[in-house]
């Protein structure tokens, strides 16, 4: 691949523009645009996140900015795919932004307050038994904006290869998890999914 870094920004563009194609179509335009980033799961378990701090600042003085994440090695996904990833996350900003707990025990749960705000902004919501109501689809009108959408700004997208189990295996039992915001640290015996309650941000392995 040549020119690989205008590509990745390319990327970073191509997403900016679907967010904003979102906002307009499914959330009234009333969402601030965040730092919309590309970077990898080492766990190779999320599709994206959304940062309930402001974690992006240009000084110390800066108030800052929320980040929303595409997870790079997910990106090789169809366009529809990468779509409920981004509209998802922008659900979790709506419910951040106005003070709403969609997510309960220690932020682990996405509950029936993120159904209905899934629900609302064009995504289908099934319950998955150990996280809740997370597992979110288009529905068929969204999937038609999202296709008129690919109409008028053809795909154009850089995608990470995926991070392999064998390669972070360590030869200890116990697992290190950090938060990546506030530095708070757990330990383990076993691989878990683990979310910090302060940050609301998924904990990751060290």
Known sequence: MKNGTEKYIGTV???GKLYDYCNTH???GELTK?????????????YGWWSVKKV??????DEGEHELNIVAQELNRPITAIAVTMI???C???????NLQDCSRSGTYHNKLFKKIAESH???????????WSKTELTTKTAALIGEFVKDNPENMIYRTPVFKGQTVKTSSTRKYKCPICGTSVRATKEVNIICANCNEYMQEE
């Open 13 to 15: 563009k191509y997403l």
């Open 26 to 28: 499914l959330f009234g």
């Open 34 to 46: 965040p730092v919309i980033t590309v970077q990898m799961d080492a766990r190779n378990k999320a």
């Open 56 to 61: 992006w600042k240009e000084n110390d003085k």
């Open 88 to 90: 998802h996350e922008m």
């Open 92 to 98: 979790h900003q709506y419910a951040s932004v106005n």
């Open 122 to 132: 064009g995504l289908t919501v099934e319950c998955v038994q150990t996280i809740g």
